[in-house]
């Protein structure tokens, strides 16, 4: 079998790449992929990323998902392969540090206070209610929320806000660090988010469906909604402080 068919059996049987593949005629038939993952990411962070280092992180990604993958567990390889592109990805967004301390160290406040909030209520707060806890106006707690529209539901601060790698960080370490345990401990993850997710909002719920399992852009869920980017920005900040409070507190457990 030529070298650019064995890479069209790959993908299309999702069966394991073989040992002389050429890497270039796999890199070349999952470009499209690759580069698809870069701009829906490149939508949601600051204009000074770069698109093609994203792209560049994605090739990267996609020749260690050649290296590791592991037909014996049940996974399709082009499953694997679009995990390990879109992971590598974040993780160089991660190294750049792309968000700055102060607004990390505002974020953990935030979730602190939504999260106290609720349990003292027993239901999640509104904004006016988390205003009144951090004593300042209702515009400048939305202010603070749209410098956070960057948030991801994980996020990388967790461990260095707390200083002691607790929470969420240290479960999505331990899940790195032990490869056969790394489905299980993932899977729980999975289960404890969903959960968390149910209890938001309804408006926020439908928000964050839409934006990481729809994979609509802000601008589209506005157009949803009937509001306007900014706004929408702001909500799912609000949305991903809640979860963040809520996954630290049950990480903890």
Known sequence: MAPREAAMACVSYDAPPPVAIDRDALVSEFMTTIKYHAARIKMRVPPNIDMEDLVSSGVVGLLDAIDRFDPSRGIKFKTYAEFRIRGTMLDYLREMDWFPRSIRQSSTRLRNAYARLEGLLGRPPEEEEVAEELEIPLEELRKKLAMLSGLSVLSHDEYQEDGDGSGIQRFLWEAAKDDAREEELLKDLKEVL???????????????ALY??????????????????????QLHAQAVLRLRGKLHTQMER
């Open 194 to 208: 969903a959960k968390s997710i149910d209890t938001l909002p309804e408006r926020e719920k439908q928000l964050i």
């Open 212 to 233: 990481y399992y729809e994979d609509l852009t802000m601008r589209e869920i506005g157009e949803i909604f009937g509001l306007g980017e900014p706004r929408i920005c």
